[in-house]
C-alpha cells in the first residue's frame, strides 16, 4: 500500500508541474511570469524612471497644465450677481475668483466749450460748421460738458500736433484736455480651474482668458 501511496504522489507532482509550465494550458498569473510578462511591454522605451524629487515636480507640472482659465464680463449689476451664481453652481471658491474693475482708457481730445448757455451754444455749434468741421457734442464728465469734441486722439502729442497743423486757423478757444477713462464693470476671472469646472462655466458663458488681460 505504501508502494501505492508512493506512485501516486509522484504523478500529482508530474501533473502539478506540467501544469505550472504550461503544458496544461496556462495556469492562474501564468501571463505575469518571465519571459511573458517582458513580451508584454508596450514600447518600454518610452518608460524614464525618475527620482523621487524629479518625479513629483513633473507630476506637479501635470497638474499644473491640467488646469484652465476662464473669465467672464465685466459686468454691473445685476448681471454681475447673475455670473456670481453661476461660479457657486460651478463650485468654485470665492476665494478662487479674482474681480478686476475695467475701465476704457484715457482718451486726448481736442475741445471746444464749456457752453453750459444754450444761446452761446448753438452759435458755436454754427461756427463749428462753418469751419467744416466734424464735431461730436460733448455730455460728460460735467467738468467739461456741455461742449463739443472736434478730434480724439492716443496722446497729449499727437492732440496738440492736430491743434496745430490741422485745425482751422480761424477756429478760436480750442484746448486740448485729457478725457477720463469710462468704467465698463468687474471682470471675473478663475486662472486656476479643473477643466470639468471650466466646461461647465464655458457653456453658461464664461470664455478661456484673454492672453491680453
Do not use: C, M
Given at each position: 500500500m505504501l508502494r501505492g501511496?508512493?506512485?501516486?504522489?509522484?504523478l500529482a507532482n508530474g501533473l502539478y508541474f506540467a501544469w505550472?509550465?504550461?503544458?496544461?494550458?496556462?495556469?492562474?498569473?501564468?501571463?505575469?511570469?518571465?519571459?511573458?510578462?517582458l513580451a508584454a511591454q508596450v514600447?518600454?522605451?518610452a518608460v524614464t524612471v525618475l527620482p523621487p524629487a524629479r518625479a513629483s515636480a513633473a507630476l506637479q507640472a501635470a497638474r499644473e497644465a491640467a488646469l484652465r482659465c476662464v473669465e467672464a464680463g465685466p459686468y454691473e449689476e445685476p448681471a454681475l450677481g447673475q455670473a456670481e451664481y453661476r461660479l457657486a453652481e460651478a463650485l468654485v471658491a470665492p476665494d478662487a475668483v479674482e474681480r478686476r474693475e475695467s475701465s476704457t482708457?484715457?482718451?486726448?481730445?481736442?475741445?471746444?466749450?464749456?457752453?453750459?448757455?444754450?444761446?452761446?451754444?448753438?452759435?458755436?455749434?454754427?461756427?463749428?460748421?462753418?469751419?467744416?468741421?466734424?464735431?461730436?457734442?460733448?455730455?460728460?464728465?460735467?467738468e467739461l460738458a456741455p461742449g463739443f469734441v472736434l478730434s480724439r486722439?492716443?496722446?497729449?502729442?499727437?492732440?496738440e500736433s492736430w491743434l496745430?497743423?490741422?485745425a482751422p486757423k480761424a477756429l478760436r478757444g480750442a484746448r486740448v484736455v485729457a478725457l477720463p477713462g469710462r468704467s465698463e464693470g468687474t471682470l471675473l476671472r478663475v486662472p486656476r480651474l479643473a477643466a470639468e469646472q471650466a466646461d461647465k462655466l464655458i457653456a453658461v458663458g464664461f470664455r478661456p482668458c484673454s492672453a491680453t488681460r
Open positions: 501511496l508512493v506512485v501516486v504522489l509522484l505550472a509550465q504550461g503544458w496544461l494550458g496556462a495556469p492562474p498569473r501564468h501571463a505575469e511570469r518571465e519571459p511573458r510578462r514600447a518600454p522605451d482708457p484715457a482718451r486726448w481730445i481736442v475741445f471746444g466749450g464749456r457752453y453750459p448757455e444754450a444761446g452761446t451754444r448753438s452759435a458755436r455749434e454754427e461756427n463749428l460748421r462753418r469751419l467744416g468741421l466734424s464735431f461730436e457734442r460733448l455730455t460728460s464728465p460735467a486722439h492716443d496722446s497729449r502729442e499727437a492732440a496745430k497743423d490741422k
